[in-house]
């Protein structure tokens, strides 16, 4: 494996795998690897022949106030990892190699970002699309693959592929969970064993959602009512949003369809989680 921290090193190790012939996959990441982010690894060597792991903690998709300087980071066991899963290329850029000194220009979204995570957290999404920007125009891959956990990114990053016209094949993989149903996340770290418990409310809530839903339930609101009475249950969350949005631009449903989108994110102690899941397909 190749561990890579500048531009030019990167550039010019991707010219010789072009060269012959290999088909390029990208994993963009912010380090702290999991099992989720090996999914995607995985992903993307069924789909190609050799893998661009990034690993760099995104300053401009942090606010004022947020974890920026807190933010898991373990490159040794990043690279470690990388290396097990057989990744080609572990990039692994600093904050000035990836916006040098007068760096102004930005990736500005639409609507699509105005809710959920955008209202929580705005500018968020700009700071994400600005630097997915950079990632495809560095590494000009065939194949790229981000995990449906933040799916509002992963459809913010389709809509960007399509606009701008990227020519690459755009993987959602499967949000991977703890045998309890806990979504994989980096910032599970921060949790004390007691908000590791409580934090089992958002998967909980989706659950019972998804049951209702199956078992004939289609009222959105009757559907975000069953995932609020569950949040309940779990006094230390302290919820920033529960909804059912469509698949496409993530606008509010009255009526959830196979495909429809229950997403909750929410607070417990110093630490905010999020998670969703898609009506139809099976819950864990």
């Given at each position: 494996m190749h561990e890579l921290t500048t531009i030019q090193e990167l550039r010019g190790w991707l010219a010789e795998a072009r060269l012959v012939g290999h088909r390029i996959g990208l994993v963009p990441t912010?380090?702290?690897?999991?099992?989720?982010?090996?999914?995607?690894?995985?992903?993307?060597?069924?789909?190609?022949?050799?893998?661009?792991l990034t690993a760099f903690v995104n300053p401009l998709q942090f606010g004022p106030g947020?974890?920026?300087?807190?933010?898991?980071?373990?490159?040794?066991?990043?690279?470690e990892l990388a290396r097990e899963?057989?990744?080609?290329?572990?990039?692994?850029?600093?904050?000035?190699?990836?916006y040098p000194a007068g760096s102004e220009i930005r990736v500005v979204p639409g609507p699509t970002a105005d809710g959920l995570e955008g209202a929580v957290r705005p500018g968020h999404f700009s700071g994400v699309l600005t630097v997915v920007t950079k990632l495809?125009?560095?590494?000009e891959p065939d194949?790229?693959?981000?995990?449906?956990?933040?799916?509002?990114?992963?459809?913010?990053?389709?809509?960007?592929?399509?606009?701008?016209?990227?020519?690459l094949e755009l993987v959602i993989a499967p949000t991977v969970?703890?045998?309890?149903?806990?979504?994989?996340?980096?910032?599970?770290?921060?949790?004390?064993?007691?908000?590791?418990?409580?934090?089992?409310?958002?998967?909980?809530?989706?659950?019972?959602?998804?049951?209702?839903?199956?078992?004939?339930?289609?009222?959105?609101?009757?559907?975000?009512?069953?995932?609020?009475?569950?949040?309940?249950?779990f006094p230390a969350v302290k919820p920033d949003y529960v909804a059912a949005v469509d698949s496409a631009r993530l606008a509010p449903v009255t009526v959830a369809e196979a495909g429809t989108i229950l997403t909750v994110a929410g607070r417990?102690?110093?630490?905010?989680?999020i998670d969703n899941h898609l009506l139809g397909r099976s819950f864990p």
């Open positions: 912010m380090g702290a690897l999991h099992a989720g982010h090996l999914s995607l690894v995985d992903e993307a060597q069924r789909r190609s022949d050799v893998v661009v947020e974890d920026f300087q807190r933010y898991p980071r373990d490159p040794a066991r990043d690279a899963r057989q990744v080609a290329v572990l990039f692994a850029p600093s904050v000035e190699t990836m495809f125009h560095l590494v194949v790229a693959v981000f995990g449906q956990k933040d799916i509002q990114q992963a459809i913010l990053v389709r809509q960007l592929v399509r606009d701008l016209d990227f020519p969970r703890e045998p309890d149903g806990m979504a994989l996340s980096s910032r599970n770290a921060y949790l004390t064993p007691e908000e590791r418990q409580q934090g089992l409310a958002l998967s909980s809530a989706l659950r019972s959602a998804d049951a209702a839903w199956r078992g004939g339930e289609r009222e959105a609101a009757r559907l975000i009512g069953v995932m609020e009475q569950e949040l309940h249950r417990i102690g110093q630490t905010r989680l």
